[in-house]
Structure formats: structure tokens, C-alpha cells
Nanobody, 127 residues
Framework: QVQLVESGGGSVQVGGSLRLSCKGS????????MGWFRQSPGKEREGVAA????????LYEQSAKGRFTISQDNAKNTLYLQMTNLKPEDTGMYYC????????????????????WGQGTQVTVSS
């Protein structure tokens, strides 16, 4: 059973930066689709950034392009999301997700394609 634990959230001002971490355990052999998703009050969970560990394919939600970077450290079983130039609309609960199915297209950013989820970490951006 895959378990994911996020950390690194917090409160920052507009233009600030945060790095989220997602420590994973229980992985079986093989590769995974992995992603970061955001849920804001009254909104559905949306994909922000995701990657395919098999070949490094990365996808970003439009507003995240150029500001967010998803990466992984295989030795530490940890997925990261580096967020810069943060805006108030980036506020929300950020969840890490993983699934053994092989996605390299739009499905990387679709929440319904993921079976394993962390508990989330809150990000608040204020002006």
C-alpha cells in the first residue's frame, strides 16, 4: 500500500516562494504517475503539476507554467513542488498523488486517474 505524506506548506506573501515535499513509502517495483493537486474552497481538485517517473515527462497547469517546478529524488522517495512568484489564486490545500498506471498526456493532471493520495498541506498566499 502506497502512503504519501506532504509537508512544506505555509503562509507567504504575494511574490514569495515555497517548496512542497511528498515523502512516499510502500511503492512496488515499477514506475508511477505522480502529481500535485490543489483544492480551493468551493472548487474541485485540480491538477497543478505532474510527472511520469518512467521517462520524466512533465505537465503543468497553465497558470503554473514558468512559476512551478515538479521534481523527484528517487533516493529519498520524495516528490517536490517548487513554487515561486506565488499569487493569491495559488491558495489552497495541496495534495500529492501517485498511481502505477502509465500516463504521459492530459491524464497526468486528472485527479480521477490517481488511486493514492496524501493528507494535504495548506498553502496561503496573501497580499
Amino acid at each position: 500500500q502506497v502512503q504519501l505524506v506532504e509537508s512544506g506548506g505555509g503562509s507567504v506573501q504575494v511574490g514569495g516562494s515555497l517548496r512542497l515535499s511528498c515523502k512516499g513509502s510502500g511503492y512496488s517495483s515499477g514506475t508511477y504517475s505522480m502529481g500535485w493537486f490543489r483544492q480551493s474552497p468551493g472548487k474541485e481538485r485540480e491538477g497543478v503539476a505532474a510527472m511520469q517517473t518512467a521517462d520524466g515527462t512533465r505537465l503543468y497547469e497553465q497558470s503554473a507554467k514558468g512559476r512551478f517546478t515538479i521534481s523527484q529524488d528517487n533516493a529519498k522517495n520524495t516528490l517536490y513542488l517548487q513554487m515561486t512568484n506565488l499569487k493569491p489564486e495559488d491558495t489552497g490545500m495541496y495534495y500529492c498523488a501517485a498511481d502505477p498506471r502509465y500516463y504521459v498526456d492530459y491524464r497526468l493532471l486528472e485527479a480521477e486517474g490517481y488511486n493514492y493520495w496524501g493528507q494535504g498541506t495548506q498553502v496561503t498566499v496573501s497580499s
